[in-house]
Antibody, heavy 121, light 106 residues
Framework: EVQLVESGGGSIQPGRSLRLSCTASGFIFDDYAMHWVRRAPGKGLEWVSGISWSGGIIQYTDSVKGRFTISRDNAKNSLFLQMSSLRPEDTALYYC??????????????WGQGTMVTVSS | DIQMTQSPSTLSASVGDRVTITCRASQSISGWLAWYQQKPGKAPKLLIYKASSLEYGVPSRFSGSESGTEFTLTIASLQPDDFATYYCQPYNDYLGTFGQGTRVEI
């Protein structure tokens, strides 16, 4: 079955770190760029970060630059998001999303169900 | 950053209606626009990419068009399964925030 399954979310205090994971199945993982997209409660969708098929090209939205790190392990069909210095405004449902192509283009033809991150003291 | 203005925010319609949703970009995005459908509790679903290309498996009643910086998603004949929220999204060199969303309701 073609799917993406996220894990690693939870409740955490401001300033702490958290690592999200996404496991892919049913398609050739290292043929495609991958992304993280989030939705804060009551708000719309926001692209967070993307990584090319090889990991050679990485992009971030401005609000997470220097705090979040995206990575992938093609041998394990896995995508990661290391989140540091978390802020309350990072509270959101985080989706793993597959790009239609191998480079960081950003149209997403497969999404996971999301993992919730709550940053609160 | 590219700003996307999506309208309307809510749209009331009936089965069989022709529905149009619009997104206007703050600058040229050279057609790099996608449309998604999202239902409550579900992940978004890609409908249209590159402004007017229909994603595989999406019904042909969905179509996209562009005129300069204005993009339109049209549902030719609204079906019960189409009641959802729709988002536009610039991508490629313009990757960033999605449109605010349009909720299509009865």
């Amino acid at each position: 079955e073609v799917q993406l399954v996220e894990s690693g979310g939870g409740s955490i205090q401001p300033g702490r770190s958290l690592r999200l994971s996404c496991t892919a199945s049913g398609f050739i993982f290292d043929d495609y760029a991958m992304h993280w997209v989030r939705r804060a409660p009551g708000k719309g969708l926001e692209w967070v970060s993307g990584i090319s098929w090889s990991g050679g090209i990485i992009q971030y939205t401005d609000s997470v630059k220097g705090r979040f790190t995206i990575s992938r392990d093609n041998a394990k069909n896995s995508l990661f998001l290391q989140m540091s210095s978390l802020r309350p405004e990072d509270t959101a449902l985080y989706y793993c999303a597959k790009d239609r192509v191998s480079v960081v283009e950003g149209s997403f033809d497969l999404w996971g169900q999301g993992t919730m991150v709550t940053v609160s003291s | 950053d590219i700003q996307m203005t999506q309208s309307p925010s809510t749209l009331s319609a009936s089965v069989g209606d022709r529905v149009t949703i619009t997104c206007r970009a703050s600058q040229s995005i050279s057609g790099w626009l996608a449309w998604y459908q999202q239902k409550p509790g579900k992940a978004p679903k890609l409908l249209i990419y590159k402004a007017s290309s229909l994603e595989y498996g999406v019904p042909s009643r969905f179509s996209g068009s562009e005129s300069g910086t204005e993009f339109t998603l049209t549902i030719a004949s609204l079906q019960p399964d189409d009641f959802a929220t729709y988002y536009c999204q610039p991508y490629n060199d313009y990757l960033g925030t999605f449109g605010q969303g349009t909720r299509v309701e009865i």
